[in-house]
């Protein structure tokens, strides 16, 4: 059962940006950290971002770092991921996730999840 869902992802040329946004219901969302993961072809889940449910909290994993910029509108129950500069690398099947209350980047402390976007960088 999809409790978030993600929306955003497509194909883009390399250099070029797209902007993820994932919606959850208000009981998921609320007083909960948010995170992006992605999952390549071959690879396992990573980490790519997370924000805290005040938004003053964010991390990024250092192949993202400068480049994507995650955000939140609670009022929405949306979080979103600008991503700037994509890379081929970055392609990959992207989730949004609703974890604990404080930002962590272990995928198993997050307990619900979207069933993701799929985001393809040409080379």
Known sequence: QVQLVESGGGLVQAGGSLRLSCVAPGSMFRSKSMGWFRQAPGKEREFVSGISWIGGTTDYSDSVKGRFTISRDNAK?????QMNSLKFEDTAIYYCAAG???VVRNSGAYRYW???TQVTVLS
């Open 77 to 81: 129950n949306t979080v979103y991921l």
């Open 100 to 102: 604990p209350s404080i």
């Open 114 to 116: 979207g069933q993701g």
